[in-house]
């Protein structure tokens, strides 16, 4: 069974300074691995998506990597901004015949101005 | 482009009662996925539906159950509500091509809440 844990559980960085979010999975058979934002209460939005045969994306000031291996991904926020605090979160496709996403339980990203 | 859309926004019901949560997916988009958040937790896999045939089914009660219309818009259907069932439903919609390269993209959620 797929497991997906994301450590830490929330994290604060001053404004301006660069990031480092984790992410760990249990089984390496994965089709992809995407990265979630999510603000307070509202939907999910995705924001990189990397293939298994792949090893990062960047979009913008966010670059994800992927060691299938060794089960983890990071993503990489640089000059953070108070508009990125929100909850992050990852999430891998495992199953065969079917897109069911398996979520960890996210981090919590606070910018501090 | 609109996105993916969900109605209600909010809905409070009580223990026992039947609710029903309506999808509409981006335009072209084939396949509807419903995720069950609880509070302070990630998202847990409900149902996926592609071309209107169930292609996945999470482990949840058989309470829970879904379909897809000719329009690719969906409904996810709980009986016999419980304290428990309270969390943000969310809907995903892709174009059903496989998990490859397959992006897919979330509602704003409908609130459920049980009382």
């Known amino acids: 069974k797929q497991e997906v844990t994301q450590i830490p559980a929330a994290l604060s960085v001053p404004e301006g300074e660069n990031l480092v979010l984790n992410c760990s999975f249990t089984d390496s058979a994965i089709y992809n691995l995407q990265w979630f934002r999510q603000d307070p209460g509202k939907g999910l939005t995705s924001l990189l998506l990397?293939?298994?045969?792949?090893r990062e994306q960047t979009s913008g000031r966010l670059n994800a990597s992927l060691d299938k291996s060794s089960g983890r991904s990071t993503l990489y926020i640089a000059a953070s901004q108070p508009g990125d605090s929100a909850t992050y979160l990852c999430?891998?496709?495992?199953?065969?015949?079917?897109?069911?996403?398996?979520f960890g339980t996210g981090t919590r990203l606070t910018i501090i101005p | 482009d609109a996105g993916v859309t969900q109605s209600p926004t909010h809905l409070i019901k009580t223990r026992g009662q039947q609710v029903t949560l309506r999808c509409s997916p981006i335009s072209g988009h084939k396949s509807v996925s419903w995720y069950q958040q609880v509070l302070g937790q990630g998202p847990q896999f409900i149902f996926q539906?592609?071309?209107?045939?169930?292609?996945g089914r999470g482990n949840f009660p058989d309470r829970f159950s879904a379909r897809q219309f000719p329009n690719y818009s969906s409904e996810l259907n709980v009986n016999a509500l419980l304290l428990g069932d309270s969390a943000l439903y969310l809907c995903?919609?892709?174009f059903g091509q496989g998990g490859f390269t397959d992006t897919q993209y979330f509602g704003p959620g409908t609130r459920l809440t049980v009382l």
């Open positions: 539906y592609y071309e209107k045939e169930e292609r």
């Open positions: 995903a919609s892709s």
């Open positions: 990397i293939q298994s045969s792949q």
């Open positions: 999430a891998v496709t495992s199953n065969f015949g079917n897109e069911k996403l398996t």
